[in-house]
């Protein structure tokens, strides 16, 4: 059992801290839902600043072990993270204007379906090209 989670650490870490970021994103959004006459999609984009936020800090640490030495090779990653989640969170926009101006569907039900397509989408990012460089230099 121990080889098999150590064989598969960064994924079960990975869902851990995807795990938080949505409680992050989910719970933000909740919260705006119900104190503010907001739009949604108002909601979606702050929660989306914060999920991302907490999501870079907790997947360069713990999930890739990414470790630069230099400002440039830190604010390279961040950009690029940055970068794959905005294409993400324009997913997450579409499944939300979908879900809840087209199909008319509960806001918090149609969040929790984007949260699951956006952690599987920011997962592959992630491993594939975001903190790949990385892995790669630790060889």
Same mark, same amino acid.
């Given at each position: 059992?121990?080889?098999?989670?150590?064989?598969?650490?960064?994924?079960?870490?990975?869902?851990?801290? $995807?795990?938080?970021?949505?409680?992050?994103?989910? $719970? /933000?959004?909740?919260?705006?839902?119900?104190?503010?006459?907001?739009?949604?999609?108002?909601?979606?984009?702050?929660?989306?600043?914060?999920?991302?936020?907490?999501?870079?800090?907790?997947?360069?640490?713990?999930?890739?072990?990414?470790?630069?030495? /230099?400002?440039?090779?830190?604010?390279?990653?961040?950009?690029?993270?940055?970068?794959?989640?905005?294409?993400?969170?324009?997913?997450?926009?579409?499944?939300?204007?979908? $879900?809840?101006?087209?199909?008319?569907?509960?806001?918090?039900?149609?969040?929790?379906?984007?949260?699951?397509?956006?952690?599987?989408?920011?997962?592959?990012?992630?491993?594939?090209?975001?903190?790949?460089?990385?892995?790669?230099?630790?060889?």
């Amino acid at each position: 059992m121990k080889a098999l989670i150590k064989k598969n650490q960064a994924v079960i870490l990975y869902l851990v801290f $995807g795990a938080l970021t949505t409680a992050v994103n989910i $719970g /933000t959004f909740t919260i705006i839902e119900f104190t503010t006459d907001w739009n949604y999609q108002i909601g979606t984009a702050i929660a989306w600043v914060l999920s991302v936020l907490v999501a870079f800090f907790t997947n360069k640490v713990w999930v890739f072990s990414s470790h630069y030495t /230099t400002w440039y090779a830190f604010w390279r990653e961040l950009g690029s993270f940055f970068f794959f989640r905005l294409l993400s969170y324009f997913m997450e926009v579409v499944i939300m204007w979908v $879900g809840v101006s087209l199909l008319h569907q509960n806001e918090i039900l149609t969040k929790l379906v984007d949260n699951i397509v956006v952690v599987i989408v920011n997962y592959v990012f992630s491993k594939l090209i975001i903190f790949k460089q990385t892995q790669i230099k630790k060889d």
